[in-house]
T-cell receptor, first 112, second 111 residues
Framework: NAGVTQTPKFQVLKTGQSMTLQCAQDMNHNSMYWYRQDPGMGLRLIYYSASEGTTDKGEVPNGYNVSRLNKREFSLRLESAAPSQTSVYFC???????????FGPGTRLTVT | GEDVEQSLFLSVREGDSSVINCTYTDSSSTYLYWYKQEPGAGLQLLTYIFSNMDMKQDQRLTVLLNKKDKHLSLRIADTQTGDSAIYFCAEMLGGYNKLIFGAGTRLAVHP
């Protein structure tokens, strides 16, 4: 997980509250991704950003927004949290020339 | 369509070889990956193989790819207790390097 940091590590929200998950990298990679991991379902892509200033939807974007603030940072926002968004959220980075993706340590979110 | 399937659980004795299998459906996959996740941790990239290769070996790890059957396997030789984890197979599709993951195989290593 070296080079990719996520904050916070844990968060508990009430239904309807909002919050922003932060991801930062120091590996100078162009692409950044947000995934969610649910039991028995592997990881599913929420949003991705191929480069600074661009973002695109993944498999499960509903209920989320993202911002690629600069090359280093990619944030995920929940405007009105729902219990279905209880999950572990992973940020990943990638570089088109290497085809490798590296993951952050994750944020465990519980919505009650 | 995009779908990656793995068996959910594998139990092996310490010192034996482990073989974790994966099938995928999209023949346009460019790269296929194996990630390892230990409890409470993020995903660690173990190895990956380009779709025009049949085999890749890296120390105790051997990846076999059968493109005709869309079947990928990961063999871990001399399995140790430290190998106990969840192993995810993933395929990379199209532009911007999007990964599609399987549900993961939990490997349990017992004495």
């Amino acid at each position: 997980n070296a080079g990719v940091t996520q904050t916070p590590k844990f968060q508990v929200l009430k239904t309807g509250q909002s919050m922003t998950l932060q991801c930062a990298q120091d590996m100078n990679h162009n692409s950044m991704y947000w995934y969610r991991q649910d039991p028995g379902m592997g990881l599913r892509l929420i949003y991705y950003s191929a480069s600074e200033g661009t973002t695109d939807k993944g498999e499960v974007p509903n209920g989320y927004n993202v911002s690629r603030l600069n090359k280093r940072e990619f944030s995920l926002r929940l405007e009105s949290a729902a219990p279905s968004q209880t999950s572990v959220y992973f940020c990943a980075i990638g570089h088109s020339s290497s085809y490798e993706q590296y993951f952050g340590p994750g944020t465990r979110l519980t919505v009650t | 369509g995009e779908d990656v399937e793995q068996s959910l659980f594998l139990s092996v004795r310490e010192g034996d070889s482990s073989v974790i299998n994966c099938t995928y459906t999209d023949s346009s996959s460019t790269y296929l990956y194996w990630y390892k996740q230990e409890p409470g941790a993020g995903l660690q990239l173990l190895t990956y193989i380009f779709s025009n290769m049949d085999m890749k070996q890296d120390q105790r790890l051997t990846v076999l790819l059968n493109k005709k059957d869309k079947h990928l396997s990961l063999r871990i030789a001399d399995t140790q207790t430290g190998d106990s984890a969840i192993y995810f197979c993933a395929e990379m599709l199209g532009g911007y390097n999007k990964l599609i993951f399987g549900a993961g195989t939990r490997l349990a290593v017992h004495p």
